[in-house]
C-alpha cells in the first residue's frame, strides 16, 4: 500500500495528556506542503496549565476559550482531512520529536474521535537524522533541530505555530531524504 506522509506539529499547555492539553495542531502533506491543516483546540477543564508553556506557544486561555474548538470537533476533523488527502493511502505521521506529538495526537484520537488512522507509531525527524549521520552524530544532544538545520538549512522560521512549524519540519525531511546539504551555520 501506497503511504502519505502527513507532517505534524501540535501545541499543548503541559508536557503530557495527563499534564497538559493539546490546544494546536498543524498539518501539511510532506511532498505537498501546500496542502494543510491547522486547528486551535479549547483545553480541557480541570487539566494544569503551563505559564512557561504559554511563553513558548504565545497562546492564552482567552484566546483559545474565543477562538478554538472542542477537542472532538478538532480531532474529527483532523481526521477527516487525513483520510481525504491520504486518499486509500496509509497515513504515515512525521515529526520532529515525534514522540512528544505522537503522545498527544494519540491520546486526543481514541479519547474523542475514537480512532487513530496514524496506528501506533509515527515516523521521528530526529531519529532519521541520527540514523542517516551516525558516522558523524554521536550524541542525542546533537540532532536538536539547530543541529540538524546546520547541515539541512529551510528557509522557514520556527515560530511555535503549530502550522508553521509543521511546514518548516516536512521542508527538513525532504532536504534530509534527498541528501540535500544546506549552507552551514556561521
Same mark, same amino acid.
Given at each position: 500500500?501506497?503511504?502519505?506522509?502527513? =507532517?505534524? $506539529?501540535?501545541?499543548?499547555?503541559?508536557?503530557?495528556?495527563?499534564?497538559?492539553?493539546?490546544?494546536?495542531?498543524?498539518?501539511?502533506?510532506?511532498?505537498?506542503?501546500?496542502?494543510?491543516?491547522?486547528?486551535?483546540?479549547?483545553?480541557? +477543564?480541570?487539566?494544569?496549565? #503551563?505559564?512557561?508553556?504559554?511563553?513558548?506557544?504565545?497562546?492564552? !486561555?482567552?484566546?483559545?476559550?474565543?477562538?478554538?474548538?472542542?477537542?472532538? /470537533?478538532?480531532?474529527?476533523?483532523?481526521? /477527516? &482531512?487525513? $483520510?481525504?488527502?491520504?486518499?486509500?493511502?496509509? +497515513?504515515?505521521?512525521?515529526?520532529? /520529536?515525534? +514522540?512528544?506529538? &505522537?503522545?498527544?495526537?494519540? $491520546?486526543?484520537?481514541?479519547?474523542?474521535?475514537?480512532? /487513530? +488512522?496514524?496506528?501506533? =507509531? #509515527?515516523?521521528?525527524?530526529?531519529?532519521?537524522?541520527?540514523? !542517516?549521520?551516525?558516522?558523524?552524530?554521536?550524541? &542525542?544532544?546533537?540532532? #536538536?533541530?539547530?543541529?540538524?538545520? !546546520?547541515?539541512? $538549512?529551510?528557509?522557514?522560521?520556527?515560530?511555535?505555530?503549530?502550522?508553521?512549524?509543521?511546514?518548516?519540519?516536512?521542508?527538513?525531511?525532504? !532536504?534530509?531524504?534527498?541528501?540535500?546539504?544546506?549552507?552551514?551555520? =556561521?
Amino acid at each position: 500500500m501506497d503511504e502519505a506522509w502527513i =507532517s505534524v $506539529d501540535v501545541e499543548a499547555t503541559g508536557p503530557t495528556p495527563g499534564t497538559g492539553s493539546l490546544i494546536a495542531i498543524g498539518a501539511c502533506l510532506v511532498h505537498q506542503p501546500e496542502v494543510q491543516f491547522e486547528a486551535t483546540i479549547q483545553p480541557i +477543564p480541570g487539566l494544569p496549565w #503551563s505559564d512557561e508553556a504559554e511563553q513558548v506557544h504565545r497562546l492564552t !486561555r482567552a484566546r483559545l476559550a474565543e477562538e478554538g474548538t472542542t477537542p472532538e /470537533n478538532a480531532m474529527r476533523s483532523f481526521f /477527516n &482531512w487525513v $483520510d481525504t488527502v491520504a486518499a486509500g493511502r496509509r +497515513p504515515i505521521m512525521v515529526a520532529f /520529536n515525534a +514522540p512528544f506529538d &505522537w503522545m498527544f495526537v494519540a $491520546d486526543y484520537a481514541w479519547r474523542f474521535a475514537g480512532r /487513530n +488512522p496514524f496506528g501506533v =507509531s #509515527s515516523l521521528d525527524i530526529k531519529a532519521l537524522y541520527l540514523g !542517516r549521520h551516525l558516522d558523524e552524530v554521536r550524541l &542525542w544532544g546533537e540532532t #536538536s533541530s539547530t543541529h540538524v538545520l !546546520r547541515r539541512y $538549512d529551510v528557509d522557514l522560521p520556527h515560530t511555535h505555530d503549530a502550522l508553521d512549524d509543521a511546514l518548516e519540519q516536512a521542508a527538513m525531511l525532504r !532536504r534530509i531524504l534527498t541528501g540535500a546539504w544546506g549552507q552551514k551555520a =556561521s
